[in-house]
């Protein structure tokens, strides 16, 4: 399985983005995905996630609740994070990843996760 990551940029503070992880291998509507963040000098953080199948359940950190929306296409092998309102502490290079298949259904810790993307960068100006 390989996660191919797209989307970030530089945006105003207020703007918007929509990240794109294209999953290769496998079959996807059996994954679980998941987004993470690292900004520098700080942790690899949980950002969002959602469960296999038709993505009914969903979690997010609460920095970003009511910001941010995971979302998936089963039949494009994509996952998706809209990012609206964005801060500057929104900064961050942005990682998919797949999760273990005994995994809970959209899991927040990154230890569940075995596959990961390459990371986009996302930077939000003041």
């Known amino acids: 399985v390989q996660l191919q990551a797209s989307g970030g940029g530089l945006v105003q503070s207020g703007g918007s983005l929509r990240l794109t992880c294209a999953v290769s291998g496998g079959t996807f509507m059996f994954f679980d995905m998941g987004w993470f963040r690292q900004a520098p000098g700080k942790e690899r953080e949980f950002v969002a996630a959602?469960?296999?199948?038709?993505?009914?359940?969903?979690n997010y950190v609460d920095s970003v609740k009511g910001r941010f929306t995971i979302s998936r296409d089963d039949a494009k092998n994509t996952v998706y994070l809209h990012m609206n309102s964005l801060k500057p502490d929104d900064t961050a290079i942005y990682y998919c990843a797949k999760a273990r298949l005994a995994a809970d259904a959209a899991p927040k810790s990154d230890l569940e996760y075995d596959t990961w993307g390459q990371g986009t960068q996302v930077t939000v100006s003041s």
């Open positions: 959602i469960s296999k199948w038709s993505g009914s359940y969903t």
